[in-house]
């Protein structure tokens, strides 16, 4: 039998982009012959569909220390409310994968632990994808475990460097909305503010870009602590 440590890369679009970094999620399995790029595995303990679509692996690695493989798939979820975001994952959870990713046992920095104040229980599981939808653009009815959702999520993507630009205007205005292309029809007053907001951290230097970064991801929740949490 051969083991293969295998990463889930999410990618939620939007507001992420699908050519940029995702969210990881691993899991480790074994097959009884050696896998190859292209190889498709499916298992219903994994996600709990009845039909095997299978995961397509990529960058199949042979880790001769480890004895085993590394491989990666990769899942756009289009058009999904932001604030479903974190019940998503935890559903991943509960079916078995773990956060984080087989290259987590491979880097050599040492990374520094965060002392963080415990975090409250989030009753959140009878969230309605239909309601939440609305909950982008309108803040109105929003329940108070919103603002935790949204700032873990736009810590989720300055930590990831995915689509910076509108993590910074979604932390700004507190709503996300599509801007449509440069002549391509008249913006509304929120299209406007968002535009607006995305040009200001265009403008932002370098250095100013990743001091952002580095605010946000040491004020905001992690996603996993808050998917842990999920009640």
Not at 72 to 96: H, K, N, Q, W
Not at 155 to 171: D, F, I
Not at 213 to 229: K, T
Request: charged content about 30%; hydrophobic content about 40%.
């Amino acid at each position: 039998m051969f083991q293969v440590d295998f990463d889930l890369v999410l990618r939620f679009v939007p507001p992420m982009s699908e050519h940029e970094a995702g969210y990881r999620l691993n899991r480790t399995f074994e097959l009884p012959f050696a896998p190859s790029n292209g190889t498709a595995v499916f298992s219903r303990d994994w996600e709990g569909m009845e039909d095997p679509l299978g995961y397509v692996l990529k960058d199949v690695t042979w880790d001769i220390d480890r004895k085993c493989f590394l491989a990666e798939t990769v899942s756009e979820i289009c058009d999904f409310p932001i604030a479903m975001i974190p019940l998503e994952i935890c559903r991943f959870v509960d079916y078995g994968w773990t956060i984080g990713s087989y290259a987590d046992q491979y880097s050599t920095v040492r990374k520094r632990g965060r002392k963080r104040r415990k975090f409250p229980t989030m009753t959140i599981s009878d969230w309605d994808e239909e309601d939440t939808e609305a909950w982008n653009s309108d803040k109105n009815g929003r329940p108070k475990e919103f603002k935790t959702v949204w700032h873990a999520v736009v810590a989720m993507m300055a930590g990831l460097w995915n689509n910076c630009p509108v993590a910074y205007a979604m932390l700004k205005t507190g709503v996300h909305v599509e801007v449509p292309k440069e002549g391509f029809g008249d913006l509304s007053p929120l299209q406007t503010r968002f535009r607006d907001a995305i040009r200001e951290y265009e403008s932002l230097t370098f250095d100013q870009r990743c001091e952002w970064r580095d605010r946000v991801v040491g004020r905001y929740p992690r996603m996993s602590d808050l998917v842990e949490a999920i009640k």
